[in-house]
């Protein structure tokens, strides 16, 4: 008997994140990410943590800072339109180096949009959502295994470089149910100790001060330098990402989160017709896997990026491979019946593959 | 002759020996000192996390030997939450201004008031956006000259004042909400004593605790030191009684 | 082995439920299992449907463009989805609540099932979808019959466990009638 379990996306972003020593929670509810919220409120108490309701987005992602700030390992998950109401806290956070996870669990917009599957939230997530110009790490997991293993992994990045790791999943991932391994955490033994955490002075001879304010002779350009340096470091470190056929391809698709999913079966079915198509999935989406694109197009001069979206991933992607490959686009914006199929994809690279 | 002198003032432990940002006459000074005093005199000043918030209350950490947390506009109750839930035996505070509270942060605090978070709040209110420019505040009275109702504050357009020391203290979950003042000696005292209170209640576990303080900004106001410490007696009070709206302590007790 | 089914109904005849419990029990046999349910205003009352994957591999897409088979509960998910089956696909629909007349590909087999009637004799109308998902599992044994009922004690709340015998029995009974018509 193994320790399969069958369990559903939000869910098991929850339990990687508990694994992972999460043990404050502040949210609001939001489709489709109520499970969320709900099986925090369920399992945190008896972990010995906190779960709070709180009376908004704005309010969750404030107490999200607070309790950062206090040291501790904290998450808060919304969707879209709550998100934007996050972006003011997550970047006081992102100016004041605090870790935290946000997970947002993206349906279709702009604005009230609808409750279905989108990846409308790409720019918003990679491009900094909130002023001042700033990054998140941002990770794409595309499994209900993956929401697990880097819910833990999100927690150590934003830890180690001290910043919010958002975790971009969408309706799909989030609501479908699949088998889980649930490994156990394995804590890195070199996360830096957090000595700036608020406790009260506790006879150290200096206070804590966690601040975003700078505004001595040079001192806020300083300071955009340190964190600059950091994004690098990240983008040098933290790239993380999945080849499928580079090998041989042809063509090659390109697709994070649910859409790779979908994406990976035309895959399957263009190979089983002789179709040479090979595939990259970003699993992070800042860092950008710019040089696996880069080198890719080395030998294959033509993508296909495939998003729920009308576009957008797809202009790192042109970015990335610097006027060297041709880059086209297949997209389908979120929304109820909006889901694109396999075999829709399969046509695509069939298209594509010839002209 | 060393020991026969008797020290009878000096700086609060809680605060830093240096010079403040504040204009002359304005009463954060002063309310930074109370906050500071209460600390001391509780013992509390090792396991205090105060919460700063947007405004000319900001640099907090500039004064207070103290952990800070500096927050978004109007959201310091909840960060105060979010620190109080990861140490809930420490001392968390926020020291906000009226446009802070009382305009972009109403929602925090009056859910953090409402849950009976375990926090103590300064509430600052002196009629005006000190640290903007002195534009119009949630708090400013009728027919007050601003730099953003520059014929007077019109209730029909702006709105009215807002009483914030009176309306948490409808919550159920508001422990004790006073309204104080500093602008004489006797006041000093009383708003010492109130401070003190509040983070009395916090230190007993015993609630919510908030404290609005009615403030001078000379500055903004266009007025004399002098002219701007009576406008506080004279125009303010009569739109913002001083007093003690809820007290749980004292009911608790029977007193 | 890798088998699909589309499941779909009213919110209320328990789709998500079959959904559920046929995933949850791939997964205790061992295998990779995806439910994906469609999740939309039309939650309660309205269509219900899902898509459910079992395999022996990884699991690519969890959802399927033209499912080799449709678990299809009421007329309106048969006149929907019937023309949407894979070419030499499975339709097993609820007769109680639909005819076929409309189904006529020739490349679709077809059984139908009177899965309200059954339910009733069993003693409630709502075990129709357990008599619907036994006859498929008799069609299609991608799961054993015993995982699917220890599966039962995992989906069923608690607030409903005394209601797991009569859905072993509703299991069985759909079952029994797949077995003998399994359509060529």
């Known amino acids: ?12 972003v929850c339990m990687g994140a508990i694994a992972a020593g999460c043990r404050h929670y502040f949210g609001y509810p939001i489709t489709p990410q109520n499970e969320i919220p709900e099986f925090m409120s369920r399992e945190l108490p008896g972990a010995g943590g906190v779960f709070l309701q709180a009376e908004s987005e704005v309010a969750a992602i404030n107490m999200v800072l607070g309790a950062s700030a206090a040291g501790a390992r904290v998450m808060t998950s919304s969707s879209g339109p709550g998100i934007s109401l996050k972006a003011e806290g997550i970047s006081f956070m992102a100016g004041s180096e605090l870790p935290a996870v946000i997970v947002n669990m993206m349906r279709g917009g702009p604005g009230l949009g609808g409750i279905d599957a989108s990846q409308a939230d790409y720019f918003q997530a990679v491009k900094g959502c909130g002023h001042g110009g700033y990054r998140l790490i941002v990770l794409a997991p595309y499994s209900v295994q993956e929401l697990y293993d880097l819910a833990m992994t999100a927690f150590d990045l934003a830890d180690r470089y001290l910043l919010p790791v958002m975790i971009l999943g ?20 070199d996360l830096p100790e957090k000595s700036w955490a608020v406790t009260g002075k506790q006879g150290r001879a200096q206070g804590n001060t966690v601040k975003s304010l700078y505004l001595a002779d040079g001192a806020l350009e300083a300071h955009n330098w340190k964190l600059h340096g950091r994004y690098q470091q990240i983008q040098q470190q933290q790239v993380r990402c999945e080849t499928l056929g580079l090998e041989d391809a042809e063509l090659l698709i390109t697709a994070f989160g649910s859409a790779a999913r979908i994406a990976k079966t035309a895959v399957e079915m263009a190979r089983q017709s002789g179709l040479k198509v090979g595939m990259i999935r970003p699993i992070t989406l800042f860092p950008f896997p710019e040089k696996i694109y880069r080198q890719a197009t080395e030998r294959c001069r033509r993508i296909l990026c495939v998003e729920l979206n009308n576009g957008q991933m797809v202009e790192d992607v042109r970015l990335s491979v610097d006027r060297q490959a041709e880059v086209r686009f297949y997209g389908r914006p979120g929304g109820t019946g909006s889901m694109p199929t396999p075999e829709e994809l399969f046509k695509q690279l069939q298209k594509h593959y010839k002209d | 002759m060393a020991e026969s002198v008797t020290t009878v003032f000096e700086r609060p432990r809680s605060l830093k020996p240096v010079v403040s940002h504040f204009c002359a006459g304005c009463h954060h ?9 209460a600390l001391d005199q509780l013992g509390l000043q090792d396991q205090t996390i105060g919460i700063a918030s947007v405004g000319c209350s900001v640099l907090l950490y500039e004064y207070f030997d103290i952990d800070v947390v500096e927050a978004p506009h109007g959201r310091a109750p909840a960060v105060a939450t979010g620190v109080k839930r990861v140490h809930p035996h420490s001392t968390v505070f926020t020291y906000q201004g009226d446009g802070d509270l009382a305009a972009i942060g109403t929602a925090e605090i009056i859910h953090a008031a409402n849950r009976g978070e375990q926090i103590t709040v300064i509430f600052v209110n002196n009629t005006t956006y000190g640290m903007t420019g002195g534009q119009m505040a949630p708090t400013t009275l009728p027919q007050q000259v601003t730099t953003t109702t520059p014929f007077g504050r019109q209730i029909e357009t702006d709105g009215n004042p807002i009483r914030m020391a009176e309306l948490l203290a409808l919550l159920d979950g508001t422990s004790y909400s006073a309204r104080v003042s500093v602008d004489g000696p006797k006041r000093v005292a009383q708003a010492a004593r109130a401070v003190q209170k509040a983070f009395e209640i916090q230190k007993n576990r015993g609630g919510f605790a908030f404290v609005e303080v009615l403030a001078a900004c000379p500055t903004n106001w266009g007025l004399s030191v002098i002219e701007a410490n009576e406008r506080v007696s004279q125009e303010m009070m009569s739109y913002f009684p001083l007093g003690t709206y809820k007290d749980l302590t004292v009911s608790a007790t029977g007193a | 082995m890798s088998e699909d089914v589309f499941m779909a109904g009213f919110g209320g005849q328990g789709i998500l439920l079959i959904g559920n419990l046929l995933g949850q029990a791939a997964v205790i046999a061992d295998l990779n299992a995806s439910f994906f349910p469609a999740y939309g205003p039309e939650k309660r009352g309205g269509a219900a449907m899902c898509s459910v994957i079992v395999s022996d591999r990884e699991i690519a897409s969890p959802v399927v463009g033209q499912p080799s088979t449709g678990l299809l509960l009421n007329q309106q998910a048969l006149d929907k989805y019937y023309p949407q089956l894979r070419s030499g696909g499975l339709c097993i629909y609820n007769s109680s609540l639909g005819n076929a007349r409309s189904c006529q590909r020739d490349d679709v087999r077809l059984l139908a099932v009177p899965a309200n009637e059954i339910a009733t004799e069993i003693g409630n109308v709502k ?4 008599v619907m998902l036994g006859a498929l599992l008799a069609c299609k044994p991608m799961v ?27 299991l069985d009974r759909g079952y029994a009638l797949g077995s003998k018509r399994v359509p060529l």
Do not use: C, W
């Open chain 1, 1 to 12: 008997m193994s320790n399969r379990l069958f369990v559903k996306g939000n869910e098991a």
């Open chain 1, 170 to 189: 969408d309706a799909m991932i989030g609501q479908m149910k699949e088998s889980l391994i649930p490994r156990s955490y394995d804590p890195p033994t």
């Open chain 2, 29 to 37: 000074g002063t309310i930074h000192r109370l906050v500071a005093d």
């Open chain 3, 127 to 130: 075990l129709a979808n357990m």
């Open chain 3, 144 to 170: 054993a019959m015993d995982k699917v009922k220890e599966a039962l004690e995992i989906i069923i709340p608690e607030r409903n466990k005394r209601f797991v015998p009569a859905n072993r029995e509703a």
